[in-house]
C-alpha cells in the first residue's frame, strides 16, 4: 500500500500528513476521535485488535460492516502518527 502526503503549513511548522481516504475524523463522531469510514470504530480499535492477536478475518467477523482496506488504512495511519515529526519553518 502507498500512502500518499499532504503537506500544510501552520504557526510557522511544516507538517506532512498522510491522505487516506477511508479515516475521518468528526468531532460529532466518537469524541472526534480517528474513525473508519465516518463508522463509530475508531482506529484504535482495530489496531488494538490487531495488537491483541485477533486475525483480519477475526476483525471483519466482529464487525462486518469493515472491509480489508479499512484494516490496512487503520495500521497505515496508526504509523504514520507514530512516526509523525514537526519541522519549523523559518520566514513564515
Known sequence: MRIRLG?????GYLFA???????TVN????GGKPCIRGLRVTVGTVVGLVAAGKTREEILRLYPYLEAAD???????????VEE???AVTGT
Not at 500528513?17 to 479515516?23: D, G, P, S
Not at 484494516?71 to 502518527?81: K, N, V
Open 7 to 11: 503537506i500544510q503549513t501552520l504557526k
Open 71 to 81: 484494516i490496512d488504512e487503520a495500521l497505515a495511519y496508526a504509523t504514520w502518527r
Open 85 to 87: 515529526q514537526e519541522v
Open 27 to 30: 468531532p460529532a463522531v466518537m
Open 17 to 23: 500528513y498522510a491522505k487516506l481516504e477511508r479515516i
